[in-house]
């Protein structure tokens, strides 16, 4: 794999590498007041954003796509139809559509909050105060005219919208349905656009394993998609593997330093890890002290005490110490 520099100059493989607790302090430098500061204004990982790659930065015209032809400023008349996406193109693969992944078999199960995040996205592809049914029409529209015209070219960024529509009004089989037929229409070099859209929609449904095979799947298409890797970043941080977390986190930063939010995981990722190696500490520390006022009151210890810890310090309850 190739072999990325970070800002203070370390050379690690973003795709399968591990960083040291050093080199994330040499990244980041993250200080015990400031990590304690910053925890407090954290969201959950349930609350933390999702991922969208624009179809524009793979070559997709999704201006082109929606227009129809209408003049702008103009919409259709209600009632409006939403782009339900089994009611167009043939059905994917089952192997190219993931659909040996449990979260993709159990689909018409799930169920998760609306992205409302990710509506200023896609009401912006065609007029930021377009309501989003008039988006879903235009979506639908679209697939009806591709169909009389014979033309499927545009169905990979149709059914890449219509994935978009349906995790904003939060709907997951529908936004699945979606993608897994984008997979299918989509040209090699822009399947990644569905897959990262798959992958954050199986993570907020609580399918961790599942939603790092696609996001993986993703970086198997472009490795270096800052995007892709901070889909994995927020996948490993609720999965609990927080050096995996931090080397893709610290990926985005290296070559997208204005990425915020990257900084930001990366940062909540670095503190965990420097609240439980300060916790370790402090616990020896308590250990040791205790052991030698048992030592001074010629007691041997009997028993393991407990220790009242928090992020800011630790304390022995007298009641840990034995008494002549």
Request: proline share 8%; with cysteine; aromatic share 8%.
């Amino acid at each position: 794999p190739a072999m990325y520099r970070v800002p203070d100059g370390t050379k690690y493989d973003p795709i399968g590498g591990k960083l040291s607790l050093t080199m994330k302090r040499k990244l980041f430098v993250p200080t015990m007041k400031a990590c304690e500061e910053y925890f407090n204004q954290l969201p959950s990982i349930d609350d933390w954003p999702s991922a969208y790659l624009p179809i524009e930065s793979r070559g997709g015209n999704v201006s082109r796509v929606l227009a129809l032809g209408m003049l702008p400023g103009t919409m259709h008349h209600p009632p409006w139809t939403d782009p339900v996406c089994v009611d167009y193109g043939d059905p994917p693969s089952p192997l190219h559509a993931f659909d040996h992944l449990i979260g993709i078999q159990y689909r018409d199960r799930l169920s998760f909050l609306p992205e409302p995040q990710m509506k200023p996205i896609l009401t912006g592809m065609l007029d930021p105060d377009a309501p989003l049914q008039e988006v879903g029409q235009r979506i639908r529209t679209a697939f009806e005219e591709a169909i009389e015209r014979g033309d499927e070219s545009d169905f990979w960024i149709l059914f890449n919208l219509a994935g978009l529509f349906f995790r904003v009004i939060g709907n997951p089989y529908h936004a699945i349905e979606c993608l897994r037929r984008a997979l299918h229409y989509s040209p090699y070099a822009t399947k990644d656009v569905a897959l990262v859209q798959l992958a954050n929609v199986l993570r907020r449904v609580g399918h961790m394993t599942d939603a790092a095979q696609v996001a993986h799947a993703a970086l198997a298409v472009h490795a270096y998609e800052p995007l892709t890797h901070f889909t994995l970043a927020t996948i490993y941080a609720a999965k609990g593997r927080r050096d995996d977390g931090v080397v893709h986190a610290t990926y985005c930063v290296a070559v997208a330093p204005d990425f915020r939010l990257a900084r930001r995981l990366a940062h909540a990722l670095i503190c965990s890890e420097v609240f439980s190696d300060e916790e370790k500490r402090r616990h020896a520390q308590l250990r040791a002290d205790l052991r030698k006022r048992q030592s001074e009151e010629g007691k041997e210890p009997t028993g393991r005490p407990e220790f009242a810890c928090t992020m800011s310090k630790c304390e022995i309850p007298r009641s840990a110490v034995t008494k002549t």
